[in-house]
């Protein structure tokens, strides 16, 4: 009976061994699994920080082609505890492509990255000035309960100042990066959220290149102006007339309408029907000069049309500069959208920009002095400016629309941007490193 009992406790013993083996064995089997998993992750970050890096290499070089590649090579570069290294070569000697081979590694692992770029025309349309729902060159200070997104989904709402980016609270959301050239004292960077994140765990605040903000002034002598408009003085007034609550400004109508611009012959016909067809305010912007200043309340706009603000006059040779800001707008200013979500209403100054009013704005601002939010409108559009400040109280949004090429071009001359283009890529797991 003691043999048999003996049996049974060692039988029992190494069972319960086996079975502490087996688990032992899963565990480590597990283990060794999630570490493979973590090292490939980690290695994949370190190859698209490589990539990165590699990038914005090329497009600081993208006005000239792309010779002399090996000074993008990188050899064994330390990220975090990983390290990538970076091989460039042009594609068939030609300067204007090349691949970049990026070898990510942690551990015992890598990840190769493989991508081909070409040194070629950006069709976008839209010059990297306006491609940010605000762009300033001062201080950028976000606070309150304040929402930037964008309408095109595809599309990040990006902020970027060429001096300090300051942020305080809590309450406001970036549905892209918030970029600056000078210092940072953003202590919030998890509110600035890239519906489309290149940047994986690194921080969505970055400091980048500074950017040129173009001069909005036009000279009213520019081929590109329609209308000179001196009369007007010191504002040029648009508002709904009494009793009614919305002024309509129909673009077309003013110009080619019963006295109209065009129609009382104010524009010459090879301007108005260059192809025997009214082209202004439809396949070309109209651009309406103003000396002074431009005062709407309550107006819809209708049409491609820039509207300029000057602020200044010359008569008889004495210099005259009209009292006020530039462009005061109030309540509900509402420009057209193209069917691709583009502002169709460029509203321009040389001086400064006051919004008042809790409406709605549809429209890009332009100007050479600061903007500056009183009220909380529901705003459309991009604000380029050197300063840009935000008073008003209460929820707030900017939602960025790109502005439509036909009123960004008329007096400036923005050269495509000519950068790295993707046009292909590839990635994949190297073999276990020894």
């Known amino acids: 009976m003691e043999r048999i009992v003996l049996f049974l406790v060692l039988g029992a013993f190494l069972t319960g061994s086996m079975y502490t083996l087996n688990v032992e064995s899963n565990t480590r089997d597990a283990d060794d699994a999630l570490h493979r998993y973590q090292y490939k992750e980690l290695a994949r970050d370190a190859a698209l920080a490589g990539l990165r890096r590699t990038v914005a290499s090329l497009a600081r070089d993208a006005h000239t082609p792309w010779n002399g590649h090996d000074t993008y090579d990188l050899g064994r570069t330390p990220y975090g505890d990983g390290a990538y290294e970076v091989n460039v070569e042009t594609v068939a000697g030609q300067a204007d492509t090349v691949d970049v081979y990026v070898l990510g590694m942690y551990g015992p692992d890598s990840i190769r990255?493989?991508?081909?770029?070409?040194?070629?025309?950006?069709?976008?349309?839209?010059?990297?000035?306006?491609?940010?729902?605000?762009?300033?060159?001062?201080?950028?200070?976000?606070?309150?309960?304040?929402?930037?997104?964008?309408?095109?989904?595809?599309?990040?709402?990006?902020?970027?100042?060429?001096?300090?980016?300051?942020?305080?609270?809590?309450?406001?959301?970036?549905?892209?990066?918030?970029?600056?050239?000078?210092?940072?004292?953003?202590?919030?960077?998890?509110?600035?959220?890239?519906?489309?994140?290149?940047?994986?765990?690194?921080?969505?605040?970055?400091?980048?290149?500074?950017?040129?903000?173009?001069?909005?002034?036009?000279?009213?002598?520019?081929?590109?102006?329609?209308?000179?408009?001196?009369?007007?003085?010191?504002?040029?007034?648009?508002?709904?007339?009494?009793?009614?609550?919305?002024?309509?400004?129909?673009?077309?109508?003013?110009?080619?309408?019963?006295?109209?611009?065009?129609?009382?012959?104010?524009?010459?016909?090879?301007?108005?029907?260059?192809?025997?067809?009214?082209?202004?305010?439809?396949?070309?912007?109209?651009?309406?000069?103003?000396?002074?200043?431009?005062?709407?309340?309550?107006?819809?706009?209708?049409?491609?049309?820039?509207?300029?603000?000057?602020?200044?006059?010359?008569?008889?040779?004495?210099?005259?500069?009209?009292?006020?800001?530039?462009?005061?707008?109030?309540?509900?200013?509402?420009?057209?959208?193209?069917?691709?979500?583009?502002?169709?209403?460029?509203?321009?100054?040389?001086?400064e920009v006051h919004v008042r009013g809790n409406d709605r704005i549809t429209g890009s601002i332009w100007a050479n002095a600061d903007v500056t939010f009183y009220g909380t409108p529901d705003f459309y559009g991009n604000v380029l400016a050197p300063g840009a400040r935000f008073e008003g109280r209460g929820d707030f949004t900017l939602t960025y629309a790109a502005p439509s090429k036909l009123i960004t071009t008329p007096g400036y001359r923005n050269d495509d941007p000519i950068g790295p283009v993707l046009i292909g890529y590839a990635e994949w797991d190297e073999e276990h490193l020894p």
């Open 113 to 351: 990255i493989d991508a081909r770029y070409e040194r070629a025309q950006d069709l976008g349309g839209v010059p990297p000035a306006f491609r940010s729902v605000i762009l300033t060159d001062d201080l950028l200070q976000v606070r309150g309960d304040i929402t930037v997104t964008t309408l095109d989904p595809g599309l990040n709402a990006n902020i970027h100042t060429n001096g300090e980016l300051r942020t305080n609270g809590n309450a406001f959301i970036v549905e892209g990066y918030g970029t600056y050239a000078d210092a940072s004292n953003t202590s919030q960077p998890d509110n600035f959220q890239p519906r489309i994140d290149y940047n994986g765990p690194e921080s969505n605040v970055l400091q980048v290149p500074e950017i040129t903000l173009p001069d909005a002034r036009l000279d009213s002598s520019d081929a590109d102006v329609h209308w000179v408009d001196t009369d007007n003085w010191p504002d040029l007034v648009l508002e709904p007339d009494p009793g009614y609550p919305t002024a309509v400004l129909n673009i077309q109508n003013e110009i080619y309408g019963p006295g109209g611009f065009c129609t009382d012959g104010r524009i010459p016909p090879s301007v108005c029907w260059p192809d025997g067809n009214p082209v202004l305010g439809d396949t070309k912007a109209f651009v309406w000069w103003v000396a002074g200043n431009i005062d709407m309340t309550n107006v819809q706009v209708q049409g491609n049309v820039v509207l300029y603000a000057d602020g200044y006059r010359t008569i008889n040779g004495t210099p005259d500069a009209a009292p006020g800001a530039g462009l005061l707008l109030e309540n509900d200013i509402t420009g057209g959208l193209t069917a691709n979500d583009q502002t169709q209403l460029m509203l321009r100054t040389a001086g």
